[in-house]
């Protein structure tokens, strides 16, 4: 059974400070991937890794940045928080072939 | 027109009803498809791929019509616990180019 972990549930912050999201999947899958999930907007993909030390932008990695050292470990890197960025961060990671993502519970972000 | 679309719901239907979702996409170069179910604030749980000739698991059925582009998930016998968000998901080939529906949101009532 595929385990996708996130560091926190629930997490709280205030404007300007930097914020690291950590991620651990434990099914040796190449790719990883971070998502924000607002109402209304569905998913939207921030970034992903394809193999270590690799990453390429998503649809909205303005403000984000992202580190891979591990093949198993993918973090989310809010530089300066913002209030805009308080949402739920979806962590994923999936195969090669044939690409079904498996998912994270979630890190409900408040910037305040 | 985007890329994936869904009507969001809700649906509300009884319990032990069959009920239909469809899900239509743009891009005609779309190599595989998936359904997944997202229960309210917790994380999109893959609930089955999607295969050419159609596939069906217990009470789910999947549909791909490649001539309209759109993909169908039909559930029969609906449950209270079936009361949940279904996305569609669909790949353009490659880890990158999945593109996640908003979701339609399915209520099952008593």
């Known amino acids: 059974d595929v385990k996708v972990t996130q560091s926190s549930r629930y997490l709280v912050k205030r404007t300007g400070e930097k914020v690291f999201l950590e991620c651990v999947q434990d099914?040796?899958?190449?790719?990883m991937f971070w998502y924000r999930q607002d109402p209304g907007l569905g998913l939207r993909l921030i970034y992903f890794?394809?193999?270590?030390?690799?990453?390429e932008k998503g649809d909205i990695p303005e403000g984000y940045s992202v580190s891979r050292e591990k093949k198993e470990r993918f973090s989310l890197i809010l530089e300066s928080a913002s209030t805009n960025q308080t949402s739920m961060y979806l962590c994923?990671?999936?195969?090669?072939?044939?690409?079904?993502?498996?998912f994270g519970p979630g890190t409900r972000l408040t910037v305040t | 027109r985007k890329e994936v679309e869904q009507d969001p719901g809700p649906f509300n239907v009884p319990e032990g009803a069959t009920v239909a979702f469809n899900c239509t996409y743009s891009?005609?170069?779309?190599?595989?498809f998936f359904w997944y179910r997202q229960d309210c604030r917790k994380e999109p749980k893959l609930l089955m791929s999607?295969?050419?000739s159609g596939n069906e698991d217990g009470r789910f059925t999947a549909q791909l019509n490649r001539a309209s582009q759109y993909i169908s998930l039909l559930i029969r016998d609906s449950k209270l616990s079936d009361s949940a968000t279904y996305l569609c998901?669909?790949?353009?080939?490659?880890?990158?180019?999945?593109?996640f529906g908003t979701g339609t949101k399915l209520q099952v009532i008593p």
């Open positions: 999607v295969y050419s």
């Open positions: 891009n005609s170069a779309s190599q595989s």
């Open positions: 890794s394809y193999d270590v030390k690799m990453k």
């Open positions: 998901v669909v790949n353009r080939g490659g880890y990158q180019k999945v593109t």
């Open positions: 994923a990671s999936s195969s090669t072939e044939p690409y079904e993502q498996y």
């Open positions: 099914m040796d899958h190449e790719n």
